[in-house]
T-cell receptor, first 113, second 114 residues
Framework: GAVVSQHPSRVICKSGTSVKIECRSL??????MFWYRQFPKQSLMLMAT?????????EQGVEKDKFLINHASLTLSTLTVTSAHPEDSSFYIC?????????FGPGTRLTVT | AQSVTQPDIHITVSEGASLELRCNYS??????LFWYVQSPGQGLQLLLK??????LVQGIKGFEAEFKRSQSSFNLRKPSVHWSDAAEYFC????????????FGKGTTLSVSS
């Protein structure tokens, strides 16, 4: 149990376009989900905390107008990268909160050309 | 400040040899500690966790870790490394409360030589 999926696993988009990444908890409900960003050979950096039915809480330095997070249900959170630029290229990982643990999705590789 | 330090950026171990990956943390509350493994281009897989009780915890794939409060450490060990263990390893700490994100170390890359 406690499976988290992400879609898509890889996406390539052109500079200036927007891309949506979905994070789903498949077999449990998650009031809270987290979005992390990982640059090559680096650790995971928390971008934002997504709470079902309320606004996301963004970490310092993360542009909330650029990285739109919606947590419309207890099993789905979405991250939309708006007006993407090459510097937004990264590996995005979500996790869903369940009791004392976080369960991580497989990640989404975003490449902006 | 809350933080996790993994002093070793890259470690190379011969196949069959023992392994220890170091992790030190700074955390104001009672820490919930985790070790994750990540293969290239993949998500994170939980190896083991410590919440309370026995300070030596067993995980998957033959890994274990020991929590030492006096040293603020949670080192990961494996008695005999296999080539398939080559990956990135992350130590993380959290509050164990709903809605609290984990704080990750910078990771240690493990290479296994034959």
């Amino acid at each position: 149990g406690a499976v988290v999926s992400q879609h898509p696993s890889r996406v390539i988009c052109k500079s200036g376009t927007s891309v949506k990444i979905e994070c789903r908890s498949l077999d449990f409900q998650a009031t809270t989900m987290f979005w992390y960003r990982q640059f090559p050979k680096q650790s995971l950096m928390l971008m934002a905390t997504s709470n079902e039915g309320s606004k996301a809480t963004y970490e310092q330095g993360v542009e909330k107008d650029k990285f739109l997070i919606n947590h419309a249900s207890l099993t789905l959170s979405t991250l939309t990268v708006t007006s993407a630029h090459p510097e937004d290229s990264s590996f995005y990982i979500c996790s869903a909160d369940r009791e004392h643990e976080q369960y991580f999705g497989p990640g989404t590789r975003l490449t902006v050309t | 400040a809350q933080s996790v330090t993994q002093p070793d950026i890259h470690i190379t171990v011969s196949e069959g040899a023992s392994l220890e990956l170091r992790c030190n943390y700074s955390y104001g509350a009672t820490p919930y500690l985790f070790w994750y493994v990540q293969s290239p281009g993949q998500g994170l897989q939980l190896l083991l966790k410590y919440f309370s009780g026995d300070t030596l915890v067993q995980g998957i794939k033959g890994f274990e870790a020991e929590f030492k409060r006096s040293q603020s450490s949670f080192n990961l060990r494996k008695p005999s490394v296999h080539w398939s263990d080559a990956a990135e390893y992350f130590c993380a700490v959290g509050a164990g409360q709903a809605g609290t994100a984990l704080i990750f170390g910078k990771g240690t890359t493990l290479s296994v030589s034959s």
